[in-house]
């Protein structure tokens, strides 16, 4: 069983920036791939970017690729998302989730991420 708890959301004006972060605890954080997921109102839940288990490999949507940074520090168990240059059409809630495929990971697939957090709003007005 694996526990997430996210944090870091709020408003911000478009253009700035946020950090996001996902605290984990109850498996050992490092064997796994890690993705970040956002869902805005009316839409399905789309994937962000994802992290390997040691933190080399990244993967982004090409949506936030050149804005957003995954990043993951194994020693306190939490994985970031650094947003930069934030846009409207980034509004949603954000959700970090632990990759059911192990430590390289690979999918961008909702279905292939098995503990979910619970979300943290993230408001980018124009």
């Known amino acids: 069983q694996v526990q997430l708890v996210e944090s870091g959301g709020g408003l911000v004006q478009a253009g700035g920036s946020l950090r996001l972060s996902c605290a984990a605890s109850?498996?050992?954080?490092?064997?796994?791939?890690m993705g970040w997921f956002r869902q805005a109102p009316g839409k399905e839940r789309e994937f962000v970017a994802r992290i390997s288990g040691g933190g080399r490999t990244t993967y982004y949507a090409d949506s936030v690729k050149g804005r957003f940074t995954i990043s993951r520090d194994n020693a306190k168990n939490t994985v970031y998302l650094q947003m930069n240059r934030l846009k409207p059409e980034d509004t949603a809630v954000y959700y970090c989730?632990?990759?059911?495929?192990?430590?390289?990971?690979?999918?961008?697939?909702?279905?292939?991420?098995?503990?979910w957090g619970q979300g943290t709003q993230v408001t980018v007005s124009s």
């Open positions: 989730a632990t990759d059911r495929l192990g430590y390289y990971g690979g999918s961008s697939e909702a279905s292939d991420y098995n503990y």
């Open positions: 109850g498996r050992i954080f490092s064997g796994y791939a």
